[in-house]
Structures are given as C-alpha cells and as structure tokens.
C-alpha cells in the first residue's frame, strides 16, 4: 500500500465521462443539456408520429381485409419497437392463417421461419412479452414438424440472460411437452441452473413438478408423493443451498413444499346416521361436489339403493368435506332388530349399522397424524428430518435473526412429531414472531392451526366426544370437518372475531362456549340441528342482526349474551325474543 491508498501503488482513474454521472438500478445516469433534452425530445415525437401512422394504416387495412404481407411488414416496424401490443400480433395470426389458404406449403414453411426469426429479435427488445411468447407457442402449431430441439437451445440461452423469466420457464415447459423431453432430462437442466445459481424460484419450482413423473405410482402411494430415494436425495440438495445463503427464500420454499404431505387417497372418514333427525351424514376426505357430473356416490340401506337427495351443511352447493341426506323413513323402521347403511364413493366405501333402541349410530376412520396432518416416516427419513433439524437449530444460534431457519424448525418438530415437539414449536413461534413482526397475523393463524391439529390427534387418542380450546390465543378455527361427532366444544378466552360459516358441519354439536373472545359474526352457528346450549358472554356483538342465524338451530333453548355492547340497548332483548321465538332464555 502506497500513499495513494491503493494496493501496490496502482491508482484507478475513472472512464471519461459526462460531469455528473449517478448510478441508478445498475445502470448511469446521465444529466444531459438543454439542447441534448431538446433534441431527445423532438426524436421521441418524431418516432410517435411514425408509430401513430403505421398503427392507423394497420387497423384501416385489417378494416378493409386487406390481410397481405404488407401488414406483416407494417405490424413489424411496430412490434419490433414495441412487442407488447397485442391486438397487433392477432392482426399477424389472422395474416398468416389467410396466407396458408393462399401458399404452398414450402412457401409458408419458410414464412414461418422468418416469422420465427423475427420473434426472436422482438424477445431481444422485450423478453417477457406476453404476446410473443404466446404468438410463438400458437406459430409451432401451424408447422408440421417443429425443430423443438432449437426451441430449447432458444430457452436455454434466454435463461442464461435471466434465470428468472418466467415466461420463458412457461414456454420451455410447452416445448418440453410438445417435443415429449424425458422428465430426467429436464431435471438435469434444473440442475445445471441450480447449481450456478441457487436463488432460482423457477428451477425449484419445475424440480416440484418434474420429480412426481420420474418413477410410476405403486397402488400404495398418494398421488404426488415421491419415493423416498428421491426424496433424501433432495432433501440434501437443498440443505446445502440454505446453508450456502441462508437468506435466500427459494430454497427454504422448496424445502417446505418437500416436507409436505402429498393429498390423502380418497377415503370416507366418517359416516354418521341419526334416527331421531332422519338424516345421514358423511365426511369425505377433501371437499368434492356431489352430483351429476361431479361426484357420484350411492347409498345402500339394508341392501337396497336408497334415492336421496345430498346436501351440504350451509345449503351451498359447493366443494365441502360434510354431505348429508335426508332417510327415507322405512329405512329407519324401529321395529327391525338393525338397519344397515353403506356408502359408495368410487373405489371406496363405508358401512355402519344403527340397532333397535339406538338414537344414533356412526363409522369412523381410526385417525393418526399420519393419515390426517403428516406424511409416515420410515427409519431413514426420520433420522434425516432429525439431523436437518439439528443443523438448522445449529444454524439459528449462529443466524438468530433468520426467520426461514425458524419456521423451517418449526415444520421439521411437526414432520417428525407434532405432539412430542408441541411446547418446543410454541417457543419457536414465539421467537419468530418477534423476528418476523410483519407476518404476525400469519404465524397466529399458523400456530392456531397446528394446535387444533394437536388437540384433535389427542381427542381421537381417548376418543371422546368433547374438546376443550379455551385459553389457547387461538385466532381461527380449522379442521372443523374432523370434529363432525363432537358435542360439547369450548373455545372461550381466546382471541376469535368471528365464528366461521365451518362451524355448520358440527352436525352433533350441544353445547358450544365462546366466551371472551373478540366475535362480532356468529354467521357460522347455521342449521346446527342439536345446539342447546350457546355462550357469548364477553364478545363485541354491537347488532342484534349479528345473531339472525341463530334462528335455524331448532333445539336451541339458552343463549347468553351477557357483557357484550349489545346489552346496552334498551329494545336488544325484545328485539331478540321476536328474533328467537324458541330460545327459552336470553341473557342479557
């Protein structure tokens, strides 16, 4: 070092340049004169003339069907400026389609080509042009035999410019499928880009797609779901890009959709008959439409197809877990000794038996964590997720502030077990919270889910039919679906602002306690055949129009509203008894 303050004596002179030069976005800025300005200025207009003119003589010639290759040479004065106009590049398609009529096919052959080539040099001025793209995918198909090998060398050497253009990721999946590329050697593109740069949301994302079609599904598989081999080959790959940048967010993205559970088989959870309210209700394993067209499934009852007509919770017709029927009534004589019912969805189906003398009778799946809220583990597995989980917890002390590597040890407690890891997963949302302040409101919703899903594995542990939330900082309720048996539920004390329009597929729900809660909408206390009993004592319900669905629980015989701002209105409690004929007491 010299007195110069550069190593060995060299001094590093500036390029020549412009007085004033400001670096902005990578790029310099140049402050220019007055008459630089001037001249710039009456080029642009010069240049917006010219642009006008072409575009009017387009329109006025497409106008008059006029449809030559004078308009080819026109559209392309303006898109080769400006690549995103594209009611121009229709006017090209509805060109070209008229040429075809009128060419040999040699002779449109080679117009494809030019137009192929002049695509290209549009991509140059804008790469992530919609309407080129899309005109390149719609110009392949007029070809007879595509040279799709050149489209990917095409995509290749975009996505070396810009590993990140989406629509180039679009396109070369097109082309990929088109040309019927083995998904192993797309992997290995992947790879290639992967391992120049690993901040690359689209080479993970295609990883995710391609890797479910590498090797055939065994019966025994969810869809989706990768072999284990693959799956730890993976999961290293992917540890050594959030090691190498740990604030880097694809990799932990990618890593997150890894620990996910692939979707369940299809399967009939549960299956629950009422005498008394003449009704059968299933629970599906994801939310389906039944009906014509749609879903079809067949109720048998004492060995007989029973015609009935299915409906969900809420009366919507739309995709839910919880369908239920209306029974015939000599199905449910009770007179015969047993009546048996079994439900056909598919290749699955479920039966139950309700005897003489029982009000009710149900059928349900003996839920694990595994089967509901995470994937088996085998030994392998289990002893990698537990040594990532170590060195992510030895990445946290030496990067505390690094909320990827905390929520990423919160998901590895939850694949590995969810109950043993339970107080350690509050304590690392705790901390999150703290790092991550912005995303509060989501890591509340996500450890509230995550002790629902706690608290149910526990309940069909003792299988009973009471679950008690109180005082868990909840903020939503989730899994309502798994919760159809229940009958007593207590959510008091928590921090809920409404009771959610799920809360109707409690079909056998009695007693259901909110108590100081924030709930200003019980919209989801809807057609609830069994509620007895309701409390929502310490709420902020303001309107006795809040409670109007209240209505359509037939059985319902106390509600208490006490300490709420509804209570200070002098006409609230004659308000309601009109409202709520039924109830037997109001508390106000």
């Known amino acids: 070092m010299d007195g110069t303050g550069e190593p060995g004596g ?42 006008q ?14 449809l030559d290759e004078s308009v080819l040479e026109l559209t392309s004065q ?39 080539g002049f695509l290209e040099s549009c991509l140059r001025v804008n790469p992530k042009s919609y309407g080129t793209w899309h005109h390149r995918c719609w110009l392949l198909g007029r070809l007879p035999e595509p040279n799709w090998t050149r489209e990917l060398e095409l995509c290749a050497k975009f996505l070396e410019a810009d590993e990140r253009n989406f629509h180039c990721w679009d396109y070369r999946r097109f082309v990929a499928q088109k040309a019927a590329v083995p998904p192993t050697e797309e992997l290995a593109f992947t790879d290639s880009l992967i391992t120049r740069n690993f901040s690359n949301y689209s080479s993970w994302h295609y ?38 940048d740990p604030n880097d967010q694809s990799a932990w993205f990618y890593h997150r959709w890894l620990l996910g559970r692939a979707d369940p088989h299809d399967a009939i959870r549960c299956l629950h008959v009422s005498r008394s309210e003449a009704c059968l209700t299933a629970c599906f394993s994801r939310p389906i439409i039944v009906g014509p067209g749609v879903e079809t499934v067949m109720l048998m009852g004492d060995g007989s197809p029973l015609h009935v007509e299915w409906r969900t919770p809420d009366g919507r017709k739309r995709p839910n877990y919880i369908w239920l029927c209306d029974l015939p009534t ?27 003398g029982r009000n009710e009778t149900w059928c349900r799946d003996s839920a694990t964590d595994e ?19 170590e060195s992510c917890k030895e990445l946290q002390d030496l990067e505390p502030d690094n909320k990827w590597c905390l929520l990423t040890i919160i998901l590895l407690m939850r694949a590995l077990d969810p109950l043993v890891y339970e107080k350690d997963t509050l304590k690392y949302f705790k901390t999150l919270k703290v790092v991550d302040p912005m995303r509060a409101s989501y890591l509340d919703d996500l450890r509230s889910k995550f002790l629902i899903e706690n608290y149910i594995l526990k309940m069909e542990y003792a299988e009973v039919r009471v679950l008690d939330l109180s005082r868990k900082d909840l903020t939503v309720l989730c899994h309502l679906e798994q919760l159809l048996l ?4 207590n959510v008091s004390h928590n921090l809920l602002r409404s009771l959610p329009p799920a ?57 208490n509203l006490e300490n709420n701002p509804i209570c200070q209105q002098e006409t609230a409690l004659e308000e309601l008894r009109t409202m709520l004929p039924d109830v037997d007491r109001i508390l106000t």
């Open 486 to 489: 229940i009958t007593h539920l």
């Open 330 to 356: 000599d199905s449910l004589d009770d007179q015969i000794s047993q009546h048996s019912f079994c439900l056909m969805w598919g290749d699955v189906q479920k039966e139950c038996v309700l005897f003489k």
């Open 371 to 389: 089967q509901l809220f995470r994937t088996e583990l085998s030994v392998e597995k289990s002893t990698v997720l537990q040594s990532e989980l």
């Open 10 to 51: 060299f001094r590093i002179s500036p390029a020549p340049s412009p007085p004033f030069i400001f670096p902005q976005h990578g790029r310099l800025k140049v402050k220019t004169t007055e008459e630089q300005a001037e001249a710039k200025r009456v080029e642009r207009e010069q240049k917006l003339r010219l642009y």
């Open 207 to 244: 990883r995710s797609c391609l890797l479910p079609k590498l090797q055939p599904l065994p019966d025994s598989r969810p869809p989706g779901r990768l072999p284990e081999d693959l799956l730890l080959h993976e999961l290293e790959l992917v540890q050594n890009a959030f090691f190498t």
């Open 53 to 66: 003119e072409a575009t009017e003589a387009v329109f006025q010639k497409r106008q008059a069907g006029h």
């Open 78 to 116: 303006i898109l080769g400026a400006n690549p995103d106009f594209a009611t121009l590049w229709n006017c090209r398609r509805e060109v070209l389609m008229n040429l075809e009529t009128q060419k040999s096919p040699e002779e449109f052959a080679a117009l494809v080509v030019a137009e192929l």
């Open 503 to 559: 809360l109707a597929m409690l079909r056998c729900l009695e007693v259901l306690q909110a108590d100081g809660n924030a709930i200003e909408s019980v919209e989801g206390v809807l057609n609830l055949p069994r509620l007895q009993e309701l409390s929502l004592c310490e709420n902020r319900l303001q309107h006795t129009s809040a409670l109007q669905t209240l209505a359509s629980c037939p059985k319902l015989s106390l509600l």
